[in-house]
């Protein structure tokens, strides 16, 4: 017989998902592991992009370091209410077997549907009649939909923080520099820091960049 719910009083409680999750983590975590990195690599999820060097067994060992933390997480936390500070932990458990990276969109867009993926099929396995599976299946929902309005809050405000981060170097470099400044990432091959002199040193205005990476690098001669 399937768990007793855990809490049935509050109104945004998630009464019944909690205890499959356990249930999960006791009696499937391997198999949810193996799920999660196959649809990882079925939908191209762009993080894995940074770990092409690492061999099958690692893989696997990050998939279930990976699976453990999300899952910890999805068993702690009994409300959607709760999910503002151990989201900053768990986005921070998912990426530390990774490295430094920095996720981007689509990591945040897919890694919900492909949690959910994951977590199908290991219902069938789960005790309980249709009606429990169906409640638990609207809950898993409702969790996720929590976790991809904060990824996608959290990631808009990364945004914004960088933005304002990168106004205020382009002040300080303004008001310190006689000449232009020119910062460009090497690594992401893309311009970082454009300082509004370089536009009128080379005659051109900055509706001529228009976003384009490749602007001022097809201004250089071959040879040079």
């Known amino acids: 017989m399937a768990a007793t719910p855990d809490n049935e009083d509050s109104p945004n409680?998630?009464?019944y998902?909690?205890?499959?999750?356990?249930?999960?983590?006791?009696?499937?975590?391997?198999?949810?592991?193996r799920?999660?990195?196959?649809?990882?690599?079925?939908m191209k999820l762009p993080v894995l992009q940074s770990l092409g060097d690492v061999p099958e067994a690692g893989m696997i060992d990050i998939s279930l370091k990976t699976a453990a933390a999300f899952l910890n997480h999805l068993a702690a936390n009994k409300t959607t209410g709760h999910l503002e500070n151990p989201l900053r932990e768990l986005r921070r458990d998912l990426l530390s077997p990774v490295g430094k990276y920095e996720p981007v969109m689509?990591?945040?867009?897919?890694?919900?549907?492909?949690?959910?993926?994951?977590?199908?099929?290991l219902l069938q396995k789960y005790p309980g009649d249709a009606d429990l599976h169906g409640k638990i299946l609207e809950e898993l929902d409702?969790?996720?939909?929590?976790?991809s309005r904060a990824f996608a809050n959290g990631y808009v405000q990364t945004v914004r923080?960088?933005?304002?981060?990168?106004?205020?170097?382009?002040?300080?470099?303004s008001a310190t520099s006689p000449g232009f400044y020119y910062v460009y990432d090497i690594m992401e091959k893309k311009q970082v820091v454009i300082s509004d002199k370089l536009f009128a040193y080379l005659g051109y205005g900055p509706e001529a960049y228009k976003g384009d990476d490749g602007f001022f690098t097809s201004l250089v001669h071959p040879d040079d």
């Not at 799920?35 to 079925?42: A, D, G, I, V």
């Not at 409702?142 to 976790?147: E, K, N, R």
């Not at 923080?161 to 470099?173: F, S, T, W």
């Open 161 to 173: 923080d960088r933005l304002r981060e990168e106004n205020l170097v382009k002040e300080k470099l």
């Open 106 to 121: 689509d990591d945040l867009l897919l890694v919900t549907i492909i949690w959910k993926k994951s977590l199908l099929p």
């Open 17 to 33: 998902f909690p205890a499959f999750v356990r249930f999960v983590m006791d009696k499937c975590l391997q198999d949810y592991a």
């Open 142 to 147: 409702q969790v996720l939909l929590t976790y």
């Open 35 to 42: 799920l999660q990195l196959e649809f990882s690599r079925t």
């Open 13 to 15: 409680a998630v009464v």
